[in-house]
């Protein structure tokens, strides 16, 4: 009841200042939310190639195609490849392993799995890849294939981390100042069978030393400051409602 009879008085004064503030709010915001996208999200950079490129089952050597070039500058820093080894067990068993992998050009490391350091481990989407991660070096297994013929019957098998799923290769790539950068490959083996791996697209952290999620894209800055202006003018609303009531 109190606050009835003080309100009329103090409205036009509360409401000047409240313009004043709104300004200085807004202006704030724009600043903040402008700051904020070059130090975080404006510093991925990322690449999709028209078509996934599909690394198909036995394929001899790599091809210029499969290789990728993740920083764009015309030097491939890793291809995937699958490859067969056939190994005849007996006259009646014989085994072919083919192994889908990825293998560094440069000096580039991989996330693998914890009690495995020869698989690469497929990532969800939103996992950090920074230096806290398990990281090995050389060719890294993707997935694979097992095709036993006993007795002139077949028996196909398949496993490995990004069989049957779509998952990030998390990657640590080394320049030549020994800066190191962060991203992650996109790779896809739910077509395994029928049409091998296929890698779908890249981003990387251009902030060395950075961390990355996985999947992270950068997202453009005008939908952050439009995202933060709504935000703050549905604040100044029912403010503004609650004032008048
Ligand atoms: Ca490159």
């Not at 077509?191 to 992270?216: K, M, T």
């Amino acid at each position: 009841m109190k606050g009835k009879l003080v309100m009329p008085k103090k409205l036009s004064i509360t409401r000047n200042s409240s313009y004043l503030n709104t300004l200085r709010a807004f202006s704030l915001i724009g600043v903040a939310a402008f700051f904020f996208q070059s130090a975080s999200l404006g510093q991925i950079v990322y690449t999709q190639p028209s078509d996934p490129i599909v690394v198909p089952l036995y394929d001899e050597s790599p091809i210029p195609d499969r290789r990728i070039d993740i920083l764009g500058d015309g030097n491939f820093e890793l291809f995937f490849r699958s490859g067969t080894f056939f190994s005849v067990v007996s006259p009646e068993l014989s085994i072919a392993t083919t192994s889908f992998r990825g293998e560094p050009l440069a000096s580039l490391r991989f996330v693998s799995l914890a009690d495995d350091p020869s698989n690469a481990q497929a990532l969800g989407f939103g996992d950090w890849i920074g230096p806290e991660a398990n990281w090995s070096e050389g060719s890294g297994l993707v997935m694979w294939r097992n095709l036993t013929t006993f007795e002139g019957v077949e028996n196909e098998s398949w496993g490995g981390s990004f069989f049957d799923a779509v998952g990030f290769y998390g990657f640590e790539l080394e320049l030549e100042d020994e800066d190191v950068l962060f991203g992650w490959i996109r790779l896809d083996g739910t077509d395994a069978e029928s049409v091998g791996l296929q890698v779908i697209d890249w981003a990387y952290n251009s902030v060395p030393g950075d961390s990355i999620r996985a999947g992270e894209i950068p997202e453009p800055r005008a939908v952050a400051l439009i995202a933060g202006m709504t935000g703050f003018v549905l604040v100044l609303m029912r403010r503004r409602t609650r004032r008048s009531r």
